[in-house]
């Protein structure tokens, strides 16, 4: 037989496989748009802002929706109701870890104008380090600011539309270069270093007086060296301690950048949020978490600038841990589960106008604080963020603490400024800009 005749039947008969396998499967799935055999439905979405995509898919096809990403189905959930009804309600079940395979390939084994990127790196970074092994670094220290470029770095990267594609045709990490290389090899950097201090740790362990968490970890591990099922090893204990340094690093870096943006955006909400430090706290002692119940606006405007930046807008995928039956759909256990953390924290009928920055979200007519289900910045459920408590008290103490000291200025007209996110991927990432620090 001609080979290119051979070729082309050989294409075909897959192309055919695929289709059949598809339409199979698809009858027991929830409905969505039709996919292209061996691509999915990726042509149909603007990988540089997933979250608008899933909106528009939603519109067609409800709240609860298929999509191919690549050959593997993956569910879509949007809105309030939908991502309760399965983080919440049906919490064990939809409690799996989805693929996320780029990150998984690093779990083998004055008053002048300034960038406030690198200062707000700094302070949440110290914390991490001094929870995870009990040191804090100077700021001018080199291996500190080289890990802290690199997790500024690593958001870009998971962000990007080339790492899209790469979670969605996996066998594209191994084979193909590109900027997932460089993710890998700057979260293997940060593994090797966590591995010193631990190695460090065991040097120096005091059984007796555990210092921080690779301590308490270690002592754990020990108690179950007989156990031959224990999660309590060496390398468990790498990767979490790594995950622990970049996660709680860097998303609230990124939301205090933000944040320092809208309230040079609305200088009118700034003013009032410095207006509530004078009265509550005034400016002989520093802000301690005990003054949040006091302050229910600077509250509500902390609450309104994570709903309104949206920081992680499609979740951490999720996956389901056994079939099950969602809404007349059934849902094959290992089925990788998206949730639209955007529809619910811009759904316009618990936030009116969603699309606009206002505190007043999360007041109500009296003044007071109101809580919202909607708010999840942190996903719900039981894979909650573990980090919520720390990243809530440090939004607040930073925030405060940086108003309580100086007024922000921007160097161009507050009308003029940018607040657009230049990447909304994984993580949305705000513009970069300068601004100036007055001291009050």
């Known amino acids: 037989m001609d080979p290119a005749v051979a070729l082309v039947l050989s294409v075909s008969c897959l192309l055919l496989f695929s289709l059949w396998r598809w339409s199979t499967t ?17 042509l149909q979405m603007d990988l540089k802002d997933i979250s608008k995509s899933l909106t528009k898919f939603s519109k067609a096809y409800g709240p609860v929706f298929t999509l191919y ?20 309600d049906l919490g064990d079940e939809f409690s799996g870890r989805g693929s996320f395979p780029v990150p998984e390939r690093t779990n083998k084994t004055l008053a002048s104008p300034c960038d406030p990127a690198f200062i707000l790196g700094c ?12 040191k804090r670094f100077e700021y001018s220290d080199q291996k500190f600011i080289y890990f802290l470029k690199i997790l500024q770095e690593a958001i870009s990267i998971l962000s990007s539309p080339w790492v899209q594609i790469c979670n969605n045709f996996p066998a594209l990490i191994d084979f193909f270069p590109g900027s997932h290389n460089k993710f890998i090899q700057n979260a ?6 966590i591995l010193e201090k631990i190695k460090e740790h065991q040097q120096s362990l005091d059984v007796n007086n555990p210092r921080d968490f690779i301590d308490c970890f ?13 999660e309590f090893t ?4 790498k990767i979490t301690a790594a995950d622990l340094f970049s996660a709680g690093t860097e ?7 933000y944040g320092l943006l809208l309230l040079m955006k609305h200088p009118e909400v700034a003013a009032k949020v410095q207006g509530e430090i004078e009265r509550v706290i005034g400016p002989h002692r520093s802000p301690c978490m005990q003054d949040r119940s006091s302050m229910p606006y600077t509250d509500a405007v902390i609450h309104e600038i994570q709903r309104f930046i949206d920081l992680l807008p499609t979740n951490l995928p999720h996956a389901v841990t056994q079939d099950i039956k969602f809404r007349n759909y059934l849902i094959p256990k290992g089925t990788t589960i998206i949730t639209s953390l955007t529809s619910v924290l811009h759904d316009n009928k618990e936030f009116p106008n969603p699309e606009r920055f206002d505190p007043g979200h999360f007041l109500d007519k009296n003044g007071n604080f109101k809580k919202s289900d909607y708010f999840m910045p942190f996903s719900t459920g039981k894979r909650i963020c573990v980090g919520e408590g720390l990243a809530r008290m440090e939004l607040f103490l930073f925030l405060t603490t940086i ?8 160097l161009v007209d507050p009308k003029d400024i940018n607040i657009t996110p230049v990447v909304n991927g994984f993580v949305s990432v705000p513009p970069e800009y300068q601004l100036c620090f007055i001291p009050i």
């Open 188 to 193: 293997t950097n940060i593994q090797n270093f």
């Open 403 to 410: 108003l309580q000291n100086f007024k922000l200025k921007p």
């Open 234 to 237: 060496l390398e468990s204990l």
């Open 251 to 257: 998303t609230t870096s990124t939301t205090l950048r």
């Open 26 to 42: 698809r009858q027991k799935l929830p409905p969505g748009p039709t996919p292209l055999p061996i691509i999915g439905n990726i």
């Open 69 to 88: 990403f690549g050959t593997k189905p993956t569910v879509i959930l949007h809105g309030y109701e939908a991502v309760k009804e399965a983080l919440v």
């Open 218 to 230: 270690l002592i754990k591990m020990e108690q179950e060296k007989h156990n031959p099922q224990s």
């Open 123 to 134: 302070a949440p970074c110290n914390v991490i380090c001094s929870v995870i092994f009990q």
